[in-house]
């Protein structure tokens, strides 16, 4: 199961978009052909803006997640259970920093930091777009602006088939000063709901730390 959801988290995951092409049709119409072999209208009509709401309630770090783990790279970090989540650093040529485990499940999480300074509509926009890009049936099915201790941030729920595995997302997304952050909980579709509230507990301990 993680070897599956691995793979999908490499193609569904990145900070940049992905390659494409302009090409002109027999018929004269501009196209952009991208390296999955999917294609749109260059001049297609812009997309109705999406009005995202904002949670009125405020999230905090669980008193039980005890254990800070901080980025090498920029100064965040994400306050989690030892007992319940084991932890490792990820590959120097992976997009994660770190890579979090709920001991014995199949559920998993992702911390990917960027020193650039990303606004997060832009920063959780790749990140669809990339979904997209390796899921074509990827969309988003939830998104909210929280307040998570002391700092806005978007939260954001995604899902989509990739090879007939059908996956589902939920993540808090940050860009500011400190830089841009994805903190990304993952597991199978159908295993998502049974998991929610460790997911919610986890996300709950992402902070921003003075320099």
């Avoid at 193609?11 to 390296?35: M, P, R, S, W």
């Avoid at 001049?43 to 309630?57: H, R, S, T, Y």
């Amino acid at each position: 199961m993680k070897k599956i959801l691995l793979v999908l988290t490499g193609c569904f995951l990145a900070f940049t978009t992905n390659a494409q092409i302009k090409a002109v049709t027999e018929k004269g119409d501009e196209v952009l052909l991208y390296d999955n072999g999917s294609w749109s209208y260059a001049n297609a009509a812009p997309k109705e803006e999406v009005v995202i709401p904002e949670n009125p309630g405020t999230f905090t770090t669980d008193k039980a997640s005890s254990f800070l783990v901080k980025s090498d790279r920029i100064p965040v970090g994400i306050n989690i259970n030892p007992k319940l989540w084991s932890f490792k650093k990820a590959g120097e040529d992976e997009a994660a920093e770190f890579e979090f485990q709920l001991k014995n499940e199949d559920l998993y999480m992702l911390l990917i930091t960027e020193k650039i300074e990303i606004p997060v509509e832009s920063l959780s926009g790749i990140a669809f777009e990339n979904a997209q890009s390796a899921a074509p049936d990827a969309k988003i099915v939830a998104q909210e602006y929280r307040m998570v201790n002391g700092i806005k941030l978007l939260m954001m729920q995604m899902e989509g088939t990739i090879q007939g595995v059908k996956f589902k997302y939920f993540g808090y997304y940050y860009g500011g000063p400190a830089g841009a952050v994805q903190v990304l909980c993952y597991t199978a579709s159908n295993l998502f709901d049974g998991y929610k509230d460790e997911m919610e507990t986890l996300l709950n301990g992402f902070v921003v730390m003075e320099k």
